[in-house]
């Protein structure tokens, strides 16, 4: 079974760059999954997409997200990672990495706070 762990920095302060990891265990980044994600759910509000990265290594981002997005992949580490620059407290948020198949991550707390 496909398993997927967040992790990255609790706190981050306005205007710098949030770097977070999805570890991807039972399969391979690659092969197993159309697409990855991330999603993130800002304290009392809904799901948003953020952006994915397909098998094949494009990547798509929301428009209102996109100027400050990054998704890559690191397929040694079996990783997808996500950069988000520029960060304002609005960023505050659990962020998810999911697969198109519905494995998702625990999340992972951010904060961004000075």
């Known amino acids: 079974q496909v398993q997927l762990q967040e992790s990255g920095p609790g706190l981050v302060k306005p205007s710098q760059t949030l770097s977070l990891t999805c570890t991807i265990s039972?399969?391979?980044?690659?092969?197993?999954?159309?697409?990855w994600s991330w999603i993130r759910q800002p304290p009392g509000k809904g799901l948003e997409w953020m952006g994915s990265i397909y098998s094949s290594g494009n990547t798509y981002y929301s428009p209102s997200l996109k100027s400050r997005s990054s998704i890559a992949r690191d397929t040694s580490k079996n990783q997808i990672t996500l950069q988000l620059k520029s960060v304002t407290p609005g960023d505050t948020a659990v962020y998810f990495c999911?697969?198109?198949?519905?494995?998702w991550g625990q999340g992972t707390q951010v904060t961004v706070s000075s």
């Open positions: 039972g399969g391979s980044i690659t092969t197993n999954e159309v697409y």
């Open positions: 999911a697969s198109l198949s519905g494995n």
